[in-house]
Each structure stands twice: as structure tokens, then as C-alpha cells.
């Protein structure tokens, strides 16, 4: 009995020196319950609404005219007077007009790459989308300033500083919208 004693103290020490403690606190992942749940860390996901709006127009007028004479007189004793004349004129008028609109109204979900040592957030994503076989690809990328976030964790694309949008499509109806080589060949050429 006394030898069973002692080898039930000796297990039980066995095992409370081989119990190590953890805390349930783990910095890297712990949000506090009350905490908002805007992005703040490398990983976190941040909602970007693609707002842009942009319209350009570029008017050029230009009219040039041009008008040169030269004529020279002749005159010998005895013979007739010759005269010899040369005359050049020109007109030139020309004009041109540029517009161009675009409007992209997008929402899609990044991820912070990076936390700036000044606090601001690196951040990048794509949206990859297929709507009757052509794919339609939205990449953002930029930086953003953590009180630009709203309390929903969603930020306005013109709120991110640095930012490149791209909104490219892929499929038949892209490629009806490119010219043709023959005719990019004669504008080459200039014709």
C-alpha cells in the first residue's frame, strides 16, 4: 500500500511538472469583444466602393493665313521694260475637339498588404467577373489612412491616396471595340 502511495505522488508530480500554463491571450489575433471591426492589421479585409466619375474636353482652333510677292522690274535704254513676277499665297484652317466621360460605380473587398510605419494601410485586391462570357476584371490597389475607414469598415475610393483602379474586359465585345490591323496600319502611315 505504501509503495502504491508512492508511486501515485511520484506520477502526480511526473505531471504537474509537465503541465505549462497558457494563456488564452494571444496578441496577434485578439480583438477586444467591444472593439469595431475596421481593419487595422496584415490580413484584415477592408470593403472599397469604386466611386469615379471622370469627364475631359480639350477644344483647339487654329486659322493661319499667308500671303508672299515678289516681282522685279527690268528697264534697258532702247529695249522694252520686262517685268517678272512671282506670287504665293496660302490659307489654313483647322480645328479640333476632344471629349471624353467615364463612370465606374464598383464595390469589392481588399486586403491590407502592408501597415506603413505611419499607420496608413498598403492595400490590393481583384474582383473577377463573368457575365455572358466575358470576363471582367476590377484590380484596386492604394493606401489608406485608418480614420478614413468608416465605422462598417468600407472606404470610398477617393479616399485612397496613391490608388490605381483598373477595370479591364476580356472576351468578344472587347475585341469588336479595337480597330482592326489594317486600319491601325494606315493611321501608322497617316492616312
Not at 1 to 8: F, S
Not at 38 to 63: F, H, I, K, M, P
Amino acid at each position: 500500500m505504501k509503495n502504491r502511495r508512492i508511486l501515485a505522488a511520484l506520477l502526480l508530480a511526473g505531471f504537474a511538472a509537465s503541465a505549462v500554463s497558457q494563456s488564452l491571450y494571444d496578441e496577434k489575433s485578439y480583438r477586444a469583444l467591444a472593439s469595431d471591426t475596421r481593419a487595422y492589421r496584415v490580413g484584415d479585409a477592408l470593403t472599397v466602393q469604386v466611386l469615379e466619375n471622370s469627364a475631359a474636353t480639350a477644344n483647339a482652333d487654329t486659322g493661319t493665313r499667308r500671303k508672299n510677292e515678289l516681282s522685279a522690274d527690268l528697264t534697258r535704254a532702247h529695249v522694252p521694260t520686262v517685268s517678272v513676277g512671282i506670287g504665293a499665297g496660302g490659307e489654313f484652317d483647322g480645328g479640333g475637339r476632344t471629349t471624353r466621360s467615364g463612370k465606374l460605380l464598383a464595390q469589392l473587398t481588399v486586403t491590407v498588404k502592408e501597415v506603413l510605419p505611419n499607420g496608413d494601410l498598403q492595400v490590393a485586391g481583384e474582383q473577377l467577373l463573368l457575365i455572358n462570357d466575358e470576363q471582367q476584371r476590377i484590380n484596386v490597389e492604394g493606401r489608406v489612412r485608418p480614420q478614413d475607414i468608416a465605422e462598417n469598415n468600407v472606404v470610398v475610393s477617393s479616399r485612397l491616396a496613391d490608388a490605381k483602379i483598373t477595370y479591364v474586359g476580356e472576351g468578344e465585345l472587347a475585341e469588336r471595340q479595337k480597330p482592326a490591323w489594317w486600319r491601325k496600319a494606315l493611321d501608322f502611315v497617316g492616312l
